[in-house]
């Protein structure tokens, strides 16, 4: 079992930023990947990015791509969102998640334990 928290999501308006942060605890594994995928109302959920523990490999979606940087620090089990100029279509759930492969996924069917998610709410 593996849990996993999230923080830092608010309301902001459009242009500002957000740095989210999701905190892994319970199962040990030694290699595995996290990733951030968001969910808006009606819509499927949908992959942002995601990091790897064993490769340092980083992927992102083309919309987020000059924007965001996925991060993590691996002694404190922690991955790192840091979402900058935020538009309105950036307004979701995001959610953390984790696979045990080192390979990036950007299935959310992939991964294999999710947190509870955060809101991320962006105004023009």
């Known amino acids: 079992q593996v849990q996993l928290v999230e923080s830092g999501g608010g309301s902001v308006q459009a242009g500002d930023s957000l740095r989210l942060s999701c905190a892994a605890s319970?199962?040990?594994?030694?290699?595995?990947?996290m990733g951030w995928f968001r969910q808006a109302p009606g819509k499927e959920r949908e992959f942002v990015a995601g990091i790897s523990w064993g490769g340092g490999n980083t992927n992102y979606a083309d919309s987020v791509k000059a924007r965001f940087t996925i991060s993590r620090d691996a002694t404190k089990r922690t991955v790192y969102l840091q979402m900058n100029s935020l538009k309105p279509e950036d307004t979701a759930v995001y959610y953390c998640?984790?696979?045990?492969?080192?390979?990036?996924?950007?299935?959310?069917?992939?991964?294999?334990?999710w947190g509870q998610g955060t809101q991320v709410t962006v105004s023009s």
């Open positions: 319970g199962r040990t594994f030694s290699t595995y990947t």
């Open positions: 998640a984790v696979r045990r492969p080192i390979s990036i996924a950007t299935q959310s069917d992939e991964y294999d334990y």
